[in-house]
């Protein structure tokens, strides 16, 4: 039976002691192998338990290197192990919600009101669905640039050169040499050392946020800003203050708390941004530029600046602001504008130090929401227009004094309709008005008004005064997503396209129709 | 090593760089012979298109604006087939950059000047862009590169990254002035940190003059790059106010819609003379028209969705209407590649998002199973619906994705499918529609279809089709209807004249004004394809009423011969590189080929290079940000007016560059380049 056993094993054993001394023969000549075949030795002769506490490092971190990244959740506690039938009736059991809820009736009623002109946009479009003509009080078109036989022309000749599309991202020969030209043209206008342009005026300020202010950093903002900045705000991950709306005092009661909270902290110096609306997109205010100014220098915070209504309709040729209040564009540290509603074309722009321009047009690279560098450049003959736009402005001063006598018109006529509220500040462009109640201010912690109820009467005033051939729009927010929830409002875009008499016709149309509708709701 | 001395030299300030340089103040030779050509031919009599359209283009852009164009926009209605064809067979210019290789035959007419359209008349250089089933679908094929050149990439970046921390150390101790935005004073933080701008400042700065480059004209066939040299290491870029002609493989303009002149301009200065340039406001308020609502309707008849909505910026559509599909409680899955737009969208839409393996659909499904079973994450409660983000075709990797594949699984996994067809859609596909084309696939199948119009519409801004329900909720609910700028009417007339002209017109009831357009456009049309009718084509009554597309436009003649253009182009391109020893990514259809360097100090001497050739080529390439660090790559983008000896040309350039780069890793059976050049028909229907 021994020997039987031990015959059959022969072999076995054999190959086994062949195998090994096959391998440590090529284990040897590895070179280095020595080395570390003495190491092993000594140190096992002097404490064996070393060796085995080694040898379990080792297999550790195999362990950890062949562990897959991704699969974290796997291990978790949370984590319930199925068979795989199981998974297969779960699977088959799961019914998904349908990808888009269906729209309210109110929304339906919304989506159907908005209103398609036929035809070119400008101050006296003509509409799709009645083929009426009525006249704009709801584009923007502020400067009266729309439709300009300058900018068409310049444009068409744009278009014989450059083709339409510019094909590429900026950094992949998307740039023109028109898109050179128009932020050339841009900062020189405005007075700063350089600016940047964007496709979009919408994502302009979006992206411009996140390049320079990242987590850790301190934003500190007005509560009231537009939705642009709000997503921008949200993607940067800093730490946010709010201050109250256009409230210069506020802000600086927060920038003295910053300052307190840091020195309590002794935390190092972090980058501080105060973000505001040159004029509020929402209501129309106008901040105060030269206080807002003094106070970012004495508490040395950058300033970021959205000057997108304000732009192309501010200060005696539209240089926005700045002009307006006379304060040097270069202490505004990023200043942006929409190159769509101030010159009437496409996109945005960000001008600045040329530090702050170049950081962004490289910087844009890494970060998320950057919609620079990943984005088509704007056509070339959106970029000769907003080059024709600025020496329209520039050689046209008069049209910005119309545009005022238009907004006063408009204010004069409206301040005496029963029922409204005018808000934001009389020299904006946008006038919005809400309904009269108790509650005067926009911004409410606990609404005491019901938001629909107003919605749908502001939508039942902008459909009479279509029908009686005013356009006009409620200002559309997203409900739910906009960080405060503001009044329902009509929004009403002057121009100086209109003359003082069409437009004090128009508004006494708007009248008449508040008045109409307010009085059939009592 | 040669790309580490290199490095050290420049640290050094040694100029040895320059010579490879070409935007320095001398003239290359190149461009001597190009204005030497010039001066005769302007002196010739005046309505000879492309030499005007040249003049025109050379002309500095900054040159008063005003003062130059006086005649009439609709040029090319004006150019007779005599008068062309004496300029093209009289110009002893040799360079063929400038003129077609064939001179055209009397038979032939092109109205599109050869460097914007190369002439192309050779028929067996067409090809059509279809999924063969009979082949499996190669998910990815990644070559990997022997291990010398990951060891010399990964030291060639330490050193890089040595010799910048070295720098930055000294200069903030030494030339303080150079750092002030890095570090704070005067009370401020600093702008940026010094390791978040690192990259930028001591690596992409090295590269500098090979992003970002101007340009003037059109972004065709080829294109014309503002010369700059750099007089402080890319610290500044100054312009010489000289220009060169480069071959161009890197716009998008894939089927070449962006044109300075043509049908697709034409309707596009209508457009301008009715519409204005601006829609004045956001698609809610009163930024709205007719050309909106006429061109997504056609959109959607194009795609076969029930609706569609368009955006003004292509990026935004994916950053604005993502967040609208799916937030709380809803899950998304995404591909690790997804472009940074679609990740913003994700980002802000507040669902929970998981990721897998970039177009590995095993990956995919392993992580459904999970995910369906675990349910949300610690109350296990069902996911609201789950949406798959995945690309038609990767802009940096050149994949298609796994369509055949993904529907499956989404008939098993119930989840709802996102497909943004960003390069493919017009470029893929027999038909131009898309992946969904090309695989053959009812575009019903898909939920949400996403694409831009930046690049095989030669437009701006993108679109989203799906289900009725579902646009007008977007419509509604999502960022871009209330707060973003309208899409202007000429971007969007140039989107419905090419999209109209890639479906063809059923029977064009209205009369063509013959007076306006005697020619056809820019290439032959092949008589036997005129009569044929497509199904899908739009009906006549979708256009605009004022948009007259000459025959060859209305019949998708003209658009059909540039996808089958861009077809042969792509497929050439992709095998002749690999035959030629490169390592080269992606699929064979994919109009982006993407070519692999991997290390970064070799990719902006091959743009130098490319740029200094005889005939310059202006090439894209693509490091860190878009790609990791050690896959640097140049994205060579091949379009339906390249002609097939314009795609010799680079495979020329890139054989001749990457031999000296040390370049071709590639394991394919290697040629030599000219008998690819020869065999090239063979080899694009080889694949």
Same mark, same amino acid.
């Given at each position: ?34 080395? +570390?075949?003495? !190491? ?27 562990? *897959? ?31 888009? @809820? ?11 009101? +908005? ?20 006249? $704009? ?28 599309? #510019? ?10 040499? +028109? ?18 342009? !964007? ?7 979006? *992206? ?26 949200? /993607? ?104 769509? $509603? ?22 844009? @690279?890494?970060?998320? &929401? ?60 946008? /006038? ?91 | ?39 005769? *031919? ?63 035959? #009397? ?69 303080? *002035? ?24 001591? /690596? ?34 100054? !312009? ?21 002149? &043509? ?152 989840? !709802? ?22 695989? $053959? ?9 996403? &694409? ?66 005697? &020619? ?69 259809? #994919? ?95 080889? +694949?």
């Amino acid at each position: 039976m021994d020997s039987s056993t031990s015959v059959a094993l022969e072999p076995v054993l054999s190959f086994l002691a062949f195998s090994l001394s096959k391998l440590e023969s090529g284990f040897y000549r590895i070179p280095g192998s020595a080395v +570390v075949a003495r !190491y092993v030795k000594s140190s096992h002769q002097n404490d064996p338990g070393r060796t085995i506490l080694e040898l379990i490092l080792v297999i550790f971190a195999i362990r950890t290197l062949l562990q *897959s990244r991704t699969r974290t959740d796997r291990s978790g506690k949370h984590f319930i192990k199925f068979s795989e039938k199981e998974i297969d009736e779960l699977v088959d059991e799961w019914v998904p919600e349908p990808l888009a @809820q269906p729209l309210s009736e109110w929304e339906q009623r919304d989506l159907s009101s +908005v209103p398609v002109i036929s035809g070119p946009n400008g101050p006296k479009p003509k509409l799709l669905a009645t083929g009426k003509i009525v006249t $704009n009080l709801a584009s923007f078109n502020f400067a009266g640039l729309a439709g300009n036989e300058k900018v068409k022309e310049r444009a068409l000749e744009t278009l014989q050169k450059y083709g339409l599309g #510019s094909c590429g991202p900026p950094g992949f020969y998307g740039t023109i040499d +028109v898109h050179l030209d128009l932020e050339r043209e841009i900062a020189e206008f405005l007075g700063t050392e350089a600016s940047i342009l !964007y496709s979009q005026g919408f994502s302009t300020i979006s *992206s411009v946020i996140p390049a320079f202010c990242k987590r850790g950093d301190i934003i500190v903002a007005d509560r009231s800003v537009n939705f642009a900045i709000q997503k921008g705000i949200l /993607i940067s991950r800093s730490t946010v203050r709010w201050f109250d709306h256009n409230d210069l005092k506020s802000l600086e009661d927060t920038l003295i708390s910053v300052e307190k909270e840091r020195k309590k902290r002794k935390g190092p110096l972090t980058r501080r941004f105060i973000i505001t609306e040159g004029i509020f997109e929402r209501d129309g205010e106008m901040v105060d530029l030269p206080k807002l100014v003094e106070l970012k220098l004495k508490y040395k915070y950058r300033l970021i600046l959205d000057e997108s209504i304000s732009f192309g309709t501010m200060g005696r040729t539209g240089r926005g602001l700045t002009e307006l209040y006379n304060v040097p564009a270069s202490q505004i540290d990023m200043l942006v504008g929409s190159v769509a $509603n101030g010159l009437c074309s496409a996109g945005g722009f960000c001008a600045g130090s040329s530090i702050v321009v170049d950081h962004q047009s490289c910087i844009k @690279q890494r970060i998320n &929401g950057t919609s620079f560098v990943f984005s088509a450049s704007m056509p070339a003959l959106l970029a000769t227009s907003g080059s024709e736009a600025i020496t329209f402005l520039r050689n046209n001063p008069s049209v910005l004094l119309n545009l005022q006598d238009n907004i006063r018109a408009i204010r004069a006529v409206l301040e005496k309709t029963e029922g409204i509220t005018l808000l934001g500040h009389r020299a904006s462009p946008i /006038i919005h008005f809400c309904l009269r109640t108790q509650q005067q201010s926009l911004a409410v912690t606990q609404p005491t008004y019901d938001y629909e109820a107003e919605e749908r009467i502001l939508q039942d005033i902008v459909d009479d005064s279509i029908a009686n051939g005013v356009l006009l729009t409620r200002a559309k927010h997203l409900r739910g997503q906009e960080m405060v929830e503001s009044r329902p409002t009509i929004r009403i875009a002057a121009t100086a396209a209109l003359s003082r008499k069409e437009v004090e016709k128009a508004a006494g149309v708007v009248k008449a129709s508040v008045t109409r509708i307010l009085s059939k709701r009592r | 090593m040669s790309k580490m001395l290199f490095f050290l030299e420049q640290d050094k300030k040694t100029p040895s760089l320059m010579v490879l340089n070409p935007p320095s103040p001398s003239p290359s030779i190149f461009k001597e012979k190009e204005s030497a050509s010039q001066l005769p *031919s302007m002196t010739k009599a005046v309505p000879y298109s492309s030499v005007v359209q040249q003049a025109d283009s050379r002309a500095p852009a900054h040159d008063n604006p005003h003062a130059a164009p006086t005649r009439v926009f609709s040029f090319s209605s004006s150019v007779t087939t005599s008068s062309e064809d004496t300029v093209l067979n009289e110009d002893d210019d040799e360079n063929c950059v400038m003129n077609p290789h064939t001179p055209p035959t #009397s038979e032939q007419v092109f109205t599109t000047p050869h460097t914007e359209f190369g002439h192309c008349a050779n028929e067996a250089y067409r090809c059509v862009s279809k999924h063969d089933y009979t082949k499996p679908f190669q998910e990815r094929a990644i070559e990997e590169p022997p291990l010398y050149v990951c060891f010399a990439t990964c030291v060639s970046i330490l050193i890089l990254y040595m010799l910048g921390r070295l720098r930055d150390f000294f200069g903030k101790r030494f030339a303080k *002035s150079y750092f002030t935005h890095l570090m704070p004073h005067n009370g401020y933080a600093q702008l940026n940190s010094d390791f978040e701008s690192f990259y930028l400042r001591r /690596i992409k700065r090295r590269m500098d003059d090979c992003y970002g480059q101007p340009i003037t004209g059109v972004p065709g066939r080829t294109v014309l790059i503002l010369d700059r040299y750099s007089p402080d290491y890319n610290h500044t870029q100054i !312009y010489t106010g000289g220009m060169t002609r480069a071959l161009n493989v890197s716009s998008y303009n894939y089927l070449a819609f962006s044109q300075g002149r &043509g049908s697709w301009a034409d309707a596009v200065a209508e457009s301008i003379r009715r519409y204005g340039v601006s829609s004045c406001g956001t698609r809610l308020d009163s930024g709205s028209n007719d050309l909106h609502v006429c061109a997504e309707a056609l959109i959607a008849h194009f795609l076969g969705a029930e609706d569609a909505l368009v955006c003004s910026m292509g990026f935004a559509t994916n950053s604005t209407f993502i967040p609208g599909l799916a937030g709380k409680g809803s899950l998304i899955i995404s591909d690790e590649l997804n472009h940074t737009s679609m990740r913003v969208g994700i980002q802000q839409s507040g669902a929970e998002v998981r990721i897998f393996k970039h177009n590995d659909m095993a990956s995919l499904e392993s992580l459904l199973r999970e995910v369906i079973s675990q349910g949300q994450p610690k109350t296990h409660r069902a996911w609201k619906k789950i949406l798959v983000i995945v690309e038609g075709l990767y802009s940096m990797e050149g994949t298609l994705v796994n369509l055949p594949r993904i529907v499956e699984l989404k008939q098993k996994y119930k989840f !709802y499918l996102y497909v943004d067809e960003a390069h493919s859609i017009g470029s893929l596909g027999s038909r131009g529609r898309g992946v969904t084309d090309y695989f $053959n696939i009812p575009p019903g199948s898909i939920d949400v279809l996403m &694409g831009t119009f930046s690049k095989g519409f030669g437009a701006a801004g993108g679109y989203i089709s799906g289900p009725k329900s579902l646009i007008d909720a977007l419509r509604l609910r999502s960022h871009s209807g209330p707060y973003a700028e309208a899409i202007t009417p000429s971007v969007i007339a140039q989107v419905v004249v090419s999209m109209a002209s890639i479906m063809g017109v059923t029977p064009a009831p209205r009369p063509t004004k013959s007076t306006l357009f005697p &020619g056809l456009d820019s290439s032959i049309v092949a008589p036997k394809e005129s009569a044929e009718e497509l199904p899908g084509m739009a009906p006549a009554s979708m256009l605009p009423m004022w948009m007259n597309l000459r025959p060859s436009l209305a019949d998708g003649s003209e658009a059909r011969m540039r996808m089958r253009r861009l077809a042969f182009n792509c497929r050439y391109l992709h095998v002749g590189l690999k035959k030629l020893g490169f390592i080269v990514y992606g699929h064979v259809s #994919s109009p982006i080929v993407p070519l692999l360097i991997f290390n970064p100090g070799k990719l902006c001497l091959f743009v130098r290079m490319m740029r200094a050739r005889p005939i310059p080529i202006a090439v894209v390439v693509v490091a860190h940000p878009a790609t990791s660090f050690n896959t640097g790559r140049a994205r060579l983008c091949p379009s339906a007016s390249h002609t097939k000896e314009d795609i010799d040309i680079v495979l020329r350039a890139c054989d001749e560059v990457g031999g000296i780069l040390d370049m071709k890793h590639g394991s394919c059976e290697r040629w030599g380049i000219d008998e690819v050049c020869e065999r090239a028909v063979e080899l694009v229907h080889s +694949v």
